[in-house]
């Protein structure tokens, strides 16, 4: 069974500063591309960021673009997101999704990142 476990969010001040973080299990991590998307209140569903297998490659929304990194641990199974220059706009659920835009996409509980002064 797939599982998606985020952590690492919270409460903070707009300029602060937050590390998500995604441990998977259930399939073989390092074959997969991985995502994080967020959805704020009342709103769908957004693409944050994505990266590929061996994390060559990254994307990023231009929303977030210089201000968040993407990374992944393919030994710990864990992909990561590190939130910097935080705004109010950037206040959601967070989570890590696999097979984001198909069919077969999963993802996690997710965590909640609340920026306010």
């Known amino acids: 069974e797939v599982q998606l476990v985020e952590s690492g969010g919270g409460l903070v001040q707009p300029g602060g500063s937050l590390r998500l973080s995604c441990t998977a299990s259930g399939f073989t991590f390092r074959l997969y591309p991985m995502n994080w998307v967020r959805q704020a209140p009342g709103k769908g569903f957004e693409r944050v960021s994505g990266?590929?297998?061996?994390?060559?490659?990254?994307y990023y929304a231009d929303s977030v673009k210089g201000r968040f990194t993407i990374s992944r641990d393919n030994a710990k199974n864990t992909l990561y997101l590190q939130l910097n220059s935080l705004k109010t706009e950037d206040t959601a659920i967070y989570y890590c999704?696999?097979?984001?835009?198909?069919?077969?996409?999963?993802r996690g509980q997710g965590t909640q990142v609340t920026v306010s002064a």
């Open positions: 999704a696999k097979n984001w835009g198909s069919p077969t996409m999963t």
């Open positions: 990266i590929s297998e061996g994390g060559t490659n990254t």
